[in-house]
């Protein structure tokens, strides 16, 4: 029993120190928040999520890979996959927003995650106030990154102002109903 409680203890250590998620939350925040995560088990192949799925939390990698995969209306992959291994986060824009999955998810192996969902965030939010301002900023931190990288890759394909122009109308024109 203490051996498997141990084993749990180190595993999570692992996380908090290693993901870029937890770098604003203190060691003692991040274990909080890590309490209120629930570990799935995945095996080979597995799907997480799919694809237009209703978002409805995000997930951590503990051990073993993950990869996210774009595919086109046929179901066929678009682009190259994106493979990711432990501490590293995924479904993150779900987070306390009804956005659908832009991605698929499946494990590649063997895999365990952390998963941490809707009703987790109302809890962190009435028991730790503070910590879920620091999660929520991380999450429009990566976001906004996200955003004007997409802006910038968009700008390559067309023009900056083609980018600009689309993003400007994407937040101006549209009802916060017509995003989703």
Avoid: W
């Amino acid at each position: 029993m203490k051996s498997s409680f141990f084993n749990t203890l180190r595993k999570q250590s692992s996380i908090i120190f290693n993901s870029r998620f937890f770098r604003s939350l203190s060691h003692l925040e991040a274990y909080e928040f890590i309490q209120l995560c629930h570990r799935r088990t995945y095996k080979s192949g597995e799907y997480i999520y799919h694809q237009n799925d209703p978002g409805n939390g995000f997930y951590i990698v503990e051990n073993g890979t993950i990869e996210l995969i774009v595919e086109d209306e046929s179901g066929s992959a678009t682009g190259n996959s994106i493979v990711l291994g432990p501490s590293q986060t995924f479904g993150n824009m779900s987070l306390n927003y009804k956005m659908r999955r832009m991605s698929s998810a499946s494990a590649t192996e063997d895999s365990v995650a952390l998963g941490f969902f809707n009703p987790d965030f109302d809890v962190l939010q009435k028991r730790y106030p503070q910590i879920a301002l620091k999660v929520l900023t991380e999450i429009n931190r990566v976001m906004a990154m996200q955003l004007e990288s997409t802006i910038h890759e968009l700008s390559k394909r067309s023009s900056e102002a083609d980018a600009l122009r689309l993003q400007c109308e994407m937040f101006y024109t549209q009802d916060d109903e017509e995003l989703l």
